[in-house]
Structure formats: structure tokens, C-alpha cells
């Protein structure tokens, strides 16, 4: 049974930081491509980042850059998202996703909220 589940959400203030983890389960880890994506209230999905099944490459949406890192532990089957100089507009319902193989696999998201 394949298994996503998103953890590390919550409320921050601008300027904050927050590390979300993504366990995932019931395929074989290491040959899938991970990305984090994010959905804001009113808007469309977003890929936000995206890492190769080695770790070899990584890829971020512009508004991004240089403030979130992806990250992942294939012996843990773990991906990671740390977030740093948050902004209002990083405020979404963060999703973990795993694709390979014609497979896409989601979890449920958690929330990230960044207000003072």
C-alpha cells in the first residue's frame, strides 16, 4: 500500500523558518523523482521543487530561489523541504509528490502559514 504523508506545517511569522518531511512508503523509494508542490487559497497547484531519484539535481519555481532547499534520505525514504525567509506569500497547503514509472503518487498535504 503506497503511503505520502507530509509533516511540519504550521504557523510562522514572516521572516521564519519551517522544515516540512515527507515519509513515504509501499514503492521502491530511490527511483522516483520527489518534488514539493503548493496550492494557496484561489490558486492553481505549483510545483514549488523538485529533486532526482539519486539527488543529483534539484529544481525550484523562481519565487523560491535561494530560501527553500529540497532535500532527500533514500535509506529512510524521506524527502524534506526546508523553508527559510518566509514570506505572507509562501502561505499554502504544501503537497509531497513522488513520480516515476507513470506512477503519481500524493499526499494530503499540511499547511503553512506565515502571518505575524
Known amino acids: 500500500q503506497v503511503q505520502v504523508v507530509e509533516s511540519g506545517g504550521g504557523l510562522v511569522q514572516p521572516g521564519g523558518s519551517l522544515r516540512l518531511s515527507c515519509a513515504a512508503s509501499?514503492?521502491?523509494?530511490?527511483?522516483?523523482?520527489m518534488s514539493w508542490y503548493r496550492q494557496a487559497p484561489g490558486k492553481e497547484r505549483e510545483l514549488v521543487a523538485g529533486?532526482?531519484?539519486?539527488?543529483?539535481?534539484?529544481k525550484y519555481v523562481d519565487s523560491v530561489k535561494g530560501r527553500f532547499t529540497i532535500s532527500r534520505h533514500n535509506t529512510a525514504n524521506m524527502v524534506y523541504l526546508q523553508m527559510n525567509s518566509l514570506k505572507s506569500e509562501d502561505t499554502a497547503v504544501y503537497y509531497c509528490?513522488?513520480?516515476?514509472?507513470?506512477?503519481?503518487?500524493w499526499g494530503k498535504g499540511t499547511l503553512v502559514t506565515v502571518s505575524s
Open positions: 529533486i532526482g531519484s539519486a539527488g543529483g539535481w534539484t
Open positions: 509501499g514503492f521502491t523509494f530511490s527511483n522516483y523523482v
Open positions: 509528490n513522488a513520480a516515476g514509472y507513470g506512477m503519481s503518487y
